[in-house]
């Protein structure tokens, strides 16, 4: 079977076992990334040639000078497929796949998986509940929205990944202030009514416009309130039978159907409000960051970039995908900033400890049971360890870094 060439487009350093797997698999793996990170250890042995970016920044002057970069290089080369590793490199992987009729998701559905505007219009459309919001386009529009919902409201940023450039305000001044700060970047964020419950994670995998592979989690501490509040993140696996599991399910099918997902690795992100009811928050078209694919493959048996990478190798060749076999267990995930530059891990003892963190001022860990009540005591003592042993905190950045 004739080799196939993937681009891969990572920004920031990710993705090391897709492209290791994609390599597995026959075929040629080139890497667009960030001429910052050339030094990063990326796979070397299953990189065929990386192509340099000037800067990650996703301007018309940059699309334009990557196009006629790709340009060049495609008239000795050839590439079957485009993957983009990151949030940040969606647009871009689109942009090249419609400027060089390549196969794969196009600019517009890209949009659903990147622009939380787009988002929100189209899951509200397609009568999936969605919080209360307003784009910032139009005076009006956003008085009548301040004036007919109830505060706190958060202002966020379209296309930022994570908590990074979310503002929380209070009152009708208070916003004003913030949209007036913005001046003219303002069309770029849109503004929500903020309400405080449970926040879930559903990691997915899709094939023909179908769900082959899903595992819902729980959030215990979300990523916005690390950021903005300096805690611990905590994630962990919902029980099988967990009552609300098969809302998120059915949320979450309905959601990829929305926004015509055919062919990725999802990770998306849903809220049970004091109301009692599932609202669709956010999702993204590739595998869910902040270790959270270590804490399914630790539950699960299934590493989401290797089966990613092996779902588009399928697709590409015309090949029949068969689903990986999920091998039900439960895991939570514990990560930190350390005041310590190399923590030392060795003091968490206890054989449910799958996984530890190697990483500068950092203290991370993954454990797994067959008891979900286990991971949650597990993830409750660690957190209080790290508190009064390891943890630091740091504001969160206004853009994001690599």
Not at 226 to 240: D, K, S, W
Not at 251 to 256: K, P
Not at 354 to 382: C, F, K, S
Request: with cysteine.
């Amino acid at each position: 079977m004739p080799s196939l060439s993937f681009l891969c487009i990572a920004t920031f350093f990710k993705g090391e076992e897709f492209m290791r797997t994609c390599k597995q698999l026959g075929n040629t793996v080139y890497l667009l990334t960030d001429r910052k990170l050339a030094d990063k250890d990326w796979p070397r042995d299953a990189i065929d040639d990386f192509f340099y970016l000037p800067t990650s920044a996703n301007t018309t002057e940059n699309h334009n000078e990557m196009l006629a970069g790709l340009a060049f290089v495609m008239r000795s080369r050839k590439i079957d497929r485009v993957v983009a590793l990151d949030d940040f490199d969606v647009e871009k992987a689109a942009l090249i796949r419609e400027t060089f009729r390549i196969p794969g998701m196009g600019q517009t559905t890209a949009r659903f998986f990147r622009d939380k505007l787009a988002m929100r219009t189209r899951a509200q459309s397609e009568g999936i509940r969605v919080p209360a919001f307003s784009a910032l386009f139009n005076d009006q529009a956003i008085t009548d929205f301040l004036t007919s919902t109830e505060a706190p409201w958060l202002i966020k940023p379209r296309s930022e990944a994570s908590a990074t450039g979310i503002r929380k305000v209070h009152s009708l001044d208070e916003a004003w202030s913030v949209i007036h700060q913005l001046d003219n970047e303002r069309s770029n964020y849109l503004i929500e009514s903020f309400k405080p419950g449970t926040v879930y994670h559903v990691d997915s995998l899709s094939c023909n416009g179908t769900i082959v592979f899903s595992r819902a989690s729980q959030y215990l501490a979300t990523p916005m309130d690390v950021a903005h509040g300096g805690g611990v993140f905590r994630t962990m696996n919902l029980a099988l039978d967990a009552p609300e599991a098969a809302d998120l399910y059915t949320m979450n099918e309905a959601v990829m159907g929305a926004f015509r997902m055919l062919h990725s690795a999802s990770h998306s992100e849903f809220i049970r409000c004091d109301d009692g009811e599932l609202y669709f928050l956010e999702t993204s078209s590739r595998v869910g960051g902040a270790h959270i694919a270590e804490m399914v493959e630790a539950a699960t048996g299934v590493n989401l970039w290797r089966e990613w990478a092996i779902l588009e190798n399928a697709v590409a060749r015309d090949l029949t995908y068969l689903p990986p076999v999920d091998r039900p267990q439960y895991a939570g995930l514990i990560v930190s900033l350390a005041r310590q530059q190399w923590p030392d891990l060795s003091v968490f003892t206890e054989p449910e400890i799958w996984w530890r963190m190697n990483r500068e001022y950092h203290v991370g860990l993954i454990v797994r049971a067959t008891d979900p009540g286990r991971v949650r005591q597990l993830l409750d003592a660690y957190m209080q360890r790290i508190y009064a042993e390891f943890h630091a905190s740091a504001p969160v950045p206004d853009k994001p870094t690599n």
